[in-house]
């Protein structure tokens, strides 16, 4: 009853001082004043406790707290839970913070929503093939949708990391290699997981992950350290997170990695000075799995108590698992070596972050059962998953238009390979709730989208990995009775994700060899490849007719793949990540510099391989369709622009072919001369358009000053006169181009 009263006084005093003061200023009053109400109360231990993230374990039901952490939010020591869910389950437990602890402060249930909550949408890369901002948006709402609907208030996604070595397992997770267009979609994602008010009950605290340039690290190894200049900081890494910061993100997550020589959980230069001073971003950053513990073993701290202070002192809020701010500070701070004042601030940050949330007006808001049972795997929501899997799609090849096929004449079709049949595998990683069981695989879709005339024929042929040849008799014998062979091969979902990274770029196991034996047959054979990565797979372009790239699609994976191959959808996807011909070509983006001696096939001593070409196997936004796009008129505004000056430039877009279908329409841009070097060319635009055949379309796009910018040594943005190359295609290396020049004021 006594904390019933207390609760009840800080709410009418907020509520009085918001009848007080004009409601665009009561809002940061009320927040401020419960804030500082709560933190005058709160014991050192208290405080503490709010900056403790445990982990949570699967029980019997489904996930819950560890063995004693109902005793633990009695006593205050926890402040959010990591992967606990479930509505009637977080009720409960945010019942004993509000009612049994004794300030009565509301937990926070965080999760890795990273790309859906059950309804599982395709693996952020593949997503962002499709180059519909709309329709990521719409994904991560619907994540959003679910996941509040199940107790969560929180989730550890988007991960906005610029990633240019496909060795590294976790570039699944991500935009792929361009800063800009992973600047794009981290503030879609952001703005679909947040909306437009988070004390909505359908609103998820966003987390941009991994501050800062995790993608960067050493040989493709998890974990490992980021070797980079200030100005590749600037220009590539932190752009990304600025877009996350100005769509108003609400936490932000320390990456495991070291930059020039300073891990990140311990970075205070480019937490508090970058983020929180030049940026003014003012939200939570939380560590990752035990990041604070591994400063001991990265050598910046000798023991727990002082990996502590230097990630508090640094602007690490939230200590995930490790237990170190709640067990080891407290006699930090009573001796002296931590001041108190730095806990605070830290305390302030996740108090304001419940508030914002709606926490303290309604604890349960997040934890309704009936909303839970309406809200999760909604028909609608299966059909945006398979919308958006379709358009992630990626036609690389289709030498003779072999695709699409007819449903209803294309007589026998064997579908052949470890993955045709997989439920599990075309969820991907971070599957979130997500249930094998609700996905459709690319056997069942196309056998419930193929005529009655049409037989469908399967064998697996061979396992993801291992050496395995005895099932290739079998799908020899049925590539021979078909007129037409699909093959789903590729990689297995745990081969890609956190901790999972390879040396080879190749198709695992034998699964080569099967389409070698399956191709020998003199049967046209179509590949679909299921990857969290760009592969190296030089073999099947140079002997396949038809290669479509699939990622790992989703729930919806087999209807999706049925809808490409049978021409219902005309592929779209465009690759957010360059495709190299092998692994010793790595790293190979498309924004890469010219160097003083550019790759020439005419000169010896020039920047190249000598046993491969220099250039990818399929370049950063490359992707076919079933119709063709020409363009042409490109052209820009004005010839002579000043400095800090936009300039507007226009291309026109003809669907020459025979059907309706999307075009990504792409912008890339060359500072031609600069003080400093700068890439051959960078994406600065992109639109997604639909086209009926015989249309045309003129396509606009303003290059602002930050376009044609870059950082200097102060970190601000610096544009200087010359001349710019603009570029307008269908693919980084398929472009018209034009040019403008740029005059001191």
């Given at each position: 009853?006594?904390?019933?009263?207390?609760?009840?006084?800080?709410?009418?005093?907020?509520?009085?001082?918001?009848?007080?003061?004009?409601?665009?200023?009561?809002?940061?009053?009320?927040?401020?004043?419960?804030?500082e109400s709560l933190l005058a109360k709160m014991t050192l231990e208290e405080k503490l406790g709010q900056l403790n993230q445990p982990r949570g374990r699967w029980g019997q039901t489904g996930p819950q707290v560890q063995e004693g952490g109902e005793d633990q939010i009695r006593a205050g020591r926890i402040g959010s839970y990591l992967g606990v869910h479930g509505a009637d389950y977080t009720r409960r437990m945010q019942k004993i913070a509000v009612e049994e602890s004794r300030l009565g402060i509301p937990l926070l249930f965080a999760h890795d929503v990273i790309h859906g909550f059950r309804t599982i949408f395709p693996v952020p890369?593949?997503?962002?093939?499709?180059?519909?901002?709309?329709?990521?948006?719409?994904?991560?709402?619907?994540?959003?949708?679910?996941?509040?609907?199940?107790?969560?208030?929180?989730?550890?996604?988007?991960?906005?990391?610029?990633?240019?070595?496909?060795?590294?397992?976790?570039?699944?997770?991500?935009?792929?290699?361009?800063?800009?267009?992973?600047?794009?979609?981290?503030?879609?994602?952001?703005?679909?997981?947040?909306?437009?008010?988070?004390?909505?009950?359908?609103?998820?605290?966003?987390?941009?992950?991994?501050?800062?340039?995790?993608?960067?690290?050493?040989?493709?190894?998890?974990?490992?350290?980021?070797?980079?200049?200030e100005r590749t900081l600037r220009d590539v890494y932190l752009p990304p997170f600025k877009a996350a910061a100005d769509a108003g993100a609400a936490s932000m997550m320390a990456a495991f990695n070291e930059v020039d020589g300073v891990p990140m959980h311990a970075n205070g230069r480019l937490i508090d000075g970058v983020l929180r001073g030049e940026w003014g971003w003012d939200g939570i950053m939380v560590s990752d799995y035990t990041g604070v513990l591994e400063l001991i073993p990265?050598?910046?701290?000798?023991?727990?108590?002082?990996?502590?202070?230097?990630?508090?002192?640094?602007?690490?809020?939230?200590?995930?698992?490790?237990?170190?701010?709640?067990?080891?500070?407290?006699?930090?701070?009573?001796?002296?070596?931590?001041?108190?004042?730095?806990?605070?601030?830290?305390?302030?940050?996740?108090?304001?972050?419940?508030?914002?949330?709606?926490?303290?007006?309604?604890?349960?808001?997040?934890?309704?059962?009936?909303?839970?049972?309406?809200?999760?795997?909604?028909?609608?929501?299966?059909?945006?998953?398979?919308?958006?899997?379709?358009?992630?799609?990626?036609?690389?090849?289709?030498?003779?238009?072999?695709?699409?096929?007819?449903?209803?004449?294309?007589?026998?079709?064997?579908?052949?390979?470890?993955?045709?049949?997989?439920?599990?595998?075309?969820?991907?990683?971070?599957?979130?709730?997500?249930?094998?069981?609700?996905?459709?695989?690319?056997?069942?879709?196309?056998?419930?989208?193929?005529?009655?005339?049409?037989?469908?024929?399967?064998?697996?042929?061979?396992?993801?990995?291992?050496?395995?040849?005895?099932?290739?008799?079998?799908?020899?014998?049925?590539?021979?009775?078909?007129?037409?062979?699909?093959?789903?091969?590729?990689?297995?979902?745990?081969?890609?994700?956190?901790?999972?990274?390879?040396?080879?770029?190749?198709?695992?196991?034998?699964?080569?060899?099967?389409?070698?034996?399956?191709?020998?047959?003199?049967?046209?054979?179509?590949?679909?490849?299921?990857?969290?990565?760009?592969?190296?797979?030089?073999?099947?372009?140079?002997?396949?007719?038809?290669?479509?790239?699939?990622?790992?699609?989703?729930?919806?994976?087999?209807?999706?793949?049925?809808?490409?191959?049978?021409?219902?959808?005309?592929?779209?996807?465009?690759?957010?990540?360059?495709?190299?011909?092998?692994?010793?070509?790595?790293?190979?983006?498309?924004?890469?510099?010219?160097?003083?001696?550019?790759?020439?096939?005419?000169?010896?001593?020039?920047?190249?391989?000598?046993?491969?070409?220099?250039?990818?196997?399929?370049?950063?936004?490359?992707?076919?369709?079933?119709?063709?796009?020409?363009?042409?008129?490109?052209?820009?505004?004005?010839?002579?622009?000043?400095?800090?000056?936009?300039?507007?430039?226009?291309?026109?877009?003809?669907?020459?072919?025979?059907?309706?279908?999307?075009?990504?329409?792409?912008?890339?841009?060359?500072?031609?001369?600069?003080?400093?070097?700068?890439?051959?060319?960078?994406?600065?635009?992109?639109?997604?358009?639909?086209?009926?055949?015989?249309?045309?379309?003129?396509?606009?796009?303003?290059?602002?000053?930050?376009?044609?910018?870059?950082?200097?040594?102060?970190?601000?943005?610096?544009?200087?006169?010359?001349?710019?190359?603009?570029?307008?295609?269908?693919?980084?290396?398929?472009?018209?181009?034009?040019?403008?020049?740029?005059?001191?004021?």
């Open positions: 009853m006594k904390m019933r009263r207390l609760r009840s006084g800080i709410a009418a005093f907020a509520m009085a001082l918001a009848v007080a003061i004009p409601a665009a200023a009561a809002e940061d009053e009320a927040e401020s004043a419960l804030v890369l593949g997503e962002s093939a499709s180059f519909d901002v709309d329709a990521i948006e719409n994904a991560a709402r619907i994540a959003a949708d679910e996941a509040t609907a199940a107790g969560l208030h929180w989730t550890y996604a988007p991960m906005v990391d610029v990633a240019r070595d496909p060795r590294w397992g976790r570039i699944v997770e991500g935009s792929g290699e361009s800063a800009y267009l992973g600047s794009v979609l981290a503030a879609a994602r952001v703005r679909g997981f947040q909306g437009g008010d988070l004390r909505a009950d359908d609103t998820l605290m966003a987390t941009a992950k991994h501050f800062v340039a995790y993608g960067a690290a050493e040989g493709g190894r998890d974990y490992n350290i980021a070797d980079i200049s990265h050598g910046v701290a000798g023991d727990r108590a002082e990996a502590g202070v230097r990630a508090l002192e640094a602007g690490v809020d939230i200590d995930m698992v490790s237990d170190i701010y709640v067990d080891d500070l407290p006699a930090v701070v009573r001796a002296g070596s931590l001041d108190e004042a730095r806990v605070d601030e830290a305390v302030r940050r996740v108090l304001r972050a419940k508030y914002r949330l709606g926490l303290f007006d309604d604890p349960y808001r997040y934890s309704d059962d009936a909303r839970e049972r309406e809200r999760i795997l909604r028909p609608e929501y299966r059909a945006a998953a398979r919308d958006v899997a379709r358009k992630s799609m990626v036609l690389l090849k289709n030498a003779g238009d072999l695709l699409p096929l007819d449903r209803d004449a294309a007589g026998t079709i064997a579908v052949i390979g470890p993955l045709a049949d997989d439920k599990r595998v075309m969820l991907g990683g971070w599957a979130a709730a997500g249930r094998a069981e609700d996905a459709v695989t690319p056997l069942e879709g196309i056998r419930e989208a193929v005529g009655p005339g049409v037989r469908v024929l399967h064998a697996r042929g061979a396992d993801v990995e291992g050496d395995d040849r005895s099932g290739f008799d079998e799908a020899v014998a049925l590539a021979r009775q078909a007129d037409v062979v699909l093959m789903f091969i590729g990689e297995h979902h745990d081969m890609s994700a956190e901790a999972h990274n390879r040396t080879t770029l190749d198709l695992p196991g034998v699964q080569q060899a099967l389409v070698q034996a399956v191709h020998a047959t003199g049967k046209p054979v179509v590949a679909v490849l299921f990857n969290g990565r760009p592969l190296s797979i030089g073999w099947l372009d140079a002997n396949l007719p038809s290669i479509l790239e699939a990622w790992f699609p989703g729930i919806e994976a087999g209807h999706a793949i049925a809808d490409v191959l049978f021409g219902d959808h005309n592929p779209a996807g465009r690759l957010p990540v360059t495709f190299p011909r092998n692994v010793g070509q790595i790293p190979i983006y498309h924004d890469h510099k010219n160097t003083g001696r550019p790759p020439s096939e005419q000169e010896k001593y020039t920047s190249k391989y000598i046993d491969v070409p220099w250039t990818p196997l399929y370049a950063f936004g490359h992707g076919l369709s079933y119709t063709r796009f020409d363009y042409g008129d490109l052209a820009v505004d004005r010839a002579r622009v000043a400095v800090g000056e936009p300039v507007t430039v226009a291309v026109t877009v003809t669907n020459v072919g025979k059907r309706a279908g999307d075009e990504v329409v792409q912008l890339y841009l060359r500072d031609d001369v600069a003080s400093v070097t700068r890439p051959v060319r960078e994406l600065r635009g992109f639109r997604r358009i639909h086209l009926q055949p015989g249309e045309r379309r003129r396509i606009e796009f303003v290059l602002t000053a930050e376009a044609m910018g870059f950082h200097d040594a102060g970190g601000r943005i610096r544009v200087e006169p010359g001349r710019f190359t603009v570029f307008a295609g269908g693919s980084s290396d398929d472009v018209i181009e034009t040019g403008f020049e740029v005059v001191p004021r």
